[in-house]
Every structure is written in C-alpha cells, then in structure tokens.
C-alpha cells in the first residue's frame, strides 16, 4: 500500500496565490521529498527534508515536516501557470535500504 | 549528460511476451530502483538494489525480475506480460547518502500490453 497519502488530491488557483498541499505518512522516516510532475514527463525533484529537521526553504517553495503527526506540508507562493503539475511527497525509510516510496499525489492547475 | 537514461520509450507487447526495459545511470550511484505509474495510483516501487549484485523487492515485484551486475545498470524483465502491465515504468537512482537532490529519475517508459 502507498506510505503517504496528499490532500487535496486536486487544487485549482490563479496566477500569483499560494497552493499548499499536504502529505501524510504511516511509518517511522529517515527523511521525505517532494517531486514534481508535469503531465507525460518524468519526476523532478523539489526539495528533500530531513527526519531531524522542521522547516525548509528553497524559493518560492516551503516544506514542513512534523513527524509526532507524521505529516508534511509543501507550499508555493506567488503561483505560476508553469508551476502547473502534479506534486508528489514520498519518503525514505529503512536502514541500508533507503527505499523511497510515493504517495498519490496532488494535481495542482494554476490559471493564467 | 549525466543522467538516467531509460529505453526504450514506448513499447508495445502481445500478451505473453517477454521483454527487458533497460536502465542505465552514469553518476556512480549506489542506489537504484524501478517504478510503474499508474492512473490514480501515484508511483508504486517494483524492485530495488542497493548496490551491485544485490537486489530486493518492493511493493509490486510479481512479474518482473531484475538484476544488478554492474553499478551502471539495472534492467527490468517482463517475463510474460500481462494485460495488467500496461503502465508508465520510470527508473530511478541515488547516492547511498542521500544528497539534498533526492533522487534522480529517468523519463520513463511507456508500455502497452494487448
């Protein structure tokens, strides 16, 4: 079954909101990401926060993490219609292993 | 470039064939694994390996087998495809310590079984 679940599944905004999007988790992590899709291409990574770590910023992009609820928030300010795509979280857990496993993602449509 | 680079792109099969998607990556990473994605279902982990020569299991691995002889590759065989199969297969791969760049994945493969 999939380790992490993202709320909403789908969200539509205009140019120049903010879009959060939120992600949960079932088991123990090492750390968590969060990646984006854009329709028929590949995934690309945003931004990666570790299981000791609260908040983390890299542009216009926040992610927090709050692992007593195990749960991890990813917000964009100021949105642009390129920013149009689906946002994954999916974290790391395991030892040696270090498997990383997806959640269902949000489907974020930002209007021009 | 550096990179992880999937082929073919987009593949076609009649059910019961067998074939091999191939994964190659040319950034030493320790790391890799492979991915189906299907509509609804975000990204489901087939088979892992975390290093050469060793390999393992995910969430989905019945119908597919890998193996990893060189730290460069890591095939995917279909070993008789099923209609079921029909998906978009990504591959991905890592450093052992995680960097801040996650993973990084190829472009995927696109295969349809009929």
């Known amino acids: 079954s999939q380790q992490g679940e993202e709320d909403p599944q789908a969200l539509s905004i205009q140019e120049g909101e903010n879009a959060t999007m939120n992600c949960s988790y079932k088991?123990?992590?090492?750390?968590l990401q969060w990646y984006r899709q854009n329709s028929g291409r590949g995934l690309v990574h945003l931004i990666l926060?570790?299981?000791?770590?609260r908040e983390k910023h890299s542009g216009r992009l926040r992610v927090t993490l709050d692992t007593s609820k195990k749960s991890s928030s990813l917000l964009i300010t100021a949105s642009r219609a390129a920013d149009t795509a689906s946002y994954f979280c999916a974290t790391g857990y395991g030892g040696a292993t270090n498997k990383l496993i997806f959640g269902t993602g949000t489907l974020l449509a930002v209007q021009p | 470039n550096a990179g992880v680079t999937q082929t073919p792109k987009f593949q076609v099969l009649k059910t019961g064939q067998s074939m091999t998607l191939q994964c190659a990556q040319d950034?030493?990473?320790?790391?890799m694994s492979w991915y189906r994605q299907d509509p609804g279902m975000g990204l489901r982990l087939i088979h892992y390996?975390?290093?050469?020569?060793?390999?393992d299991q995910g969430e989905v691995p019945n119908g597919y087998n890998v193996s990893r002889s060189t730290t460069e590759d890591f095939p995917l065989r279909l070993l008789s495809a099923a209609p079921s199969q029909t998906s978009v297969y990504f591959c991905?791969?890592?450093?052992?310590?995680?960097?801040?760049?996650?993973?990084?994945f190829g472009s995927g493969t696109r295969l349809t079984v009929v």
């Open positions: 926060i570790r299981s000791n770590e």
């Open positions: 991905a791969s890592s450093l052992r310590d995680l960097p801040n760049y996650g993973y990084t």
């Open positions: 088991t123990s992590i090492n750390n």
């Open positions: 390996s975390v290093g050469a020569g060793i390999t």
């Open positions: 950034m030493n990473h320790e790391y």
